[in-house]
């Protein structure tokens, strides 16, 4: 499915916040393992939507990223969802490449687990 297809039955608006940016954690789609989060504005909603992959706004860099153009670990979305305040999304992805998300080279980058 195309991700405008899957616009089409948006019944709600993304709250951006004071800084007009809203968290985007990608999970993988099939193995349901998370893969990262950054952040999305509207533009950078708007250009997934457009292209069905992940584009994402980097604050440190402050312009947008389409998540693959230089690593190849391209994100196609399947499916996203809104928390229940419409302040954070969540999207299903499945990842073209060498399935890489984190810039360090590992799958997630959620690797580092913390002790008790």
Not at 69 to 93: H, I, K, P, Q, R
Request: hydrophobic letters at 40%.
């Amino acid at each position: 499915m195309k991700f405008e297809d899957l616009m089409k039955d948006v019944k709600f608006e993304v709250e951006f916040g004071d800084k007009k940016l809203a968290p985007a954690i990608v999970q993988d789609a099939d193995k349901h393992d998370v893969l990262m989060m950054a952040w999305m504005d509207e533009e950078a909603l708007r250009r997934t939507n457009e292209c069905g992959e992940m584009v994402f706004w980097s604050r440190s860099r402050k312009e947008y990223w389409h998540k693959g153009d230089t690593s190849g670990n391209v994100m196609t979305v399947v499916n996203w969802y809104a928390d229940c305040d419409s302040d954070a999304l969540l999207f299903e992805v499945r990842m073209q490449g060498p399935q890489v998300a984190c810039h360090t080279g590992a799958r997630s980058c959620f690797f580092k687990k913390c002790d008790k």
